[in-house]
Nanobody, 125 residues
Framework: QVQLVESGGGSVQAGGSLRLSCAAL????????MGWFRQAPGKEREFVAA????????DLADTVKGRFTISGDKVKNTVYLQMDSLKPEDTAVYYC??????????????????WGQGTQVTVSS
């Protein structure tokens, strides 16, 4: 049974940094894509960042470009989200997502079949 285990959320002041981690457990084969989405109160879930191991493609939402970095380990099925220069508007529950099957779009939630339970990130001004 596949399980995505997230860690690293918390509270930080504006301008600070946090690093989220996610490990996809339960399968011996490497994922095809892994990513991060977030959902703020009263808002829809939105794409943050994703990586496709084959070819090393990385996608980042415009709102986080220059501040967030996604990286990971294909063999360990682990992905990280380094978040720097955090802003209050980054406050949300962050969800890790993974998929073993091919998908052309990294920024669509429909491309991912497996999700973590979410980790809270709170940025105060």
């Amino acid at each position: 049974q596949v399980q995505l285990v997230e860690s690293g959320g918390g509270s930080v002041q504006a301008g600070g940094s946090l690093r989220l981690s996610c490990a996809a457990l339960g399968r011996t084969t490497s994922t095809y894509i892994m990513g991060w989405f977030r959902q703020a109160p009263g808002k829809e879930r939105e794409f943050v960042a994703a990586i496709r191991w084959n070819g090393g493609r990385i996608d980042l939402a415009d709102t986080v470009k220059g501040r967030f970095t996604i990286s990971g380990d294909k063999v360990k099925n682990t992905v990280y989200l380094q978040m720097d220069s955090l802003k209050p508007e980054d406050t949300a529950v962050y969800y890790c997502a993974a998929e073993w099957e091919w998908s052309s779009r990294l920024d669509s939630a429909q491309s991912y079949g497996y999700w973590g339970q979410g980790t809270q990130v709170t940025v105060s001004s």
